[in-house]
């Protein structure tokens, strides 16, 4: 079982910054592969970033290639999702996902992330 808690969501101007960090409880947080959800309003969850176990293999969607960054710490059991330069079309809750097997089986409860124009 492991709980996930995001934070760092926040309201930020066009061009702006934010850091999102998933903690992590219990000991297994090192052999789950993670990622990073957004849902926006009215539309469907999207899957933002995503890590290995081993924090060596990321894969990013498309319209933040190059501009977020997802990271981890496994001996802080946190995950990180850097965005820079962002936009207001990033505007959604985030969520932090763990993966078991082919399946994210265990979610957070959500970060908002507000960009203005």
């Known amino acids: 079982q492991v709980q996930l808690v995001e934070s760092g969501g926040g309201l930020v101007q066009a061009g702006g910054s934010l850091r999102l960090s998933c903690a992590a409880s219990?000991?297994?947080?090192?052999?789950?592969?993670m990622g990073w959800f957004r849902q926006a309003p009215g539309k469907e969850r999207e899957t933002v970033a995503t890590?290995?176990?081993?924090?060596?293999?990321?894969h990013y969607t498309d319209s933040v290639k190059g501009r977020f960054t997802i990271s981890r710490d496994n001996a802080k059991n946190t995950m990180y999702l850097q965005m820079n330069t962002l936009k207001p079309e990033d505007t959604a809750v985030y969520y932090c996902a763990a993966k078991r097997g082919s399946q994210y089986i265990y979610w957070g409860q959500g970060t908002q992330v507000t960009v203005s124009s």
């Open positions: 890590i290995a176990w081993s924090g060596g293999d990321t």
């Open positions: 219990g000991r297994a947080f090192s052999t789950y592969d």
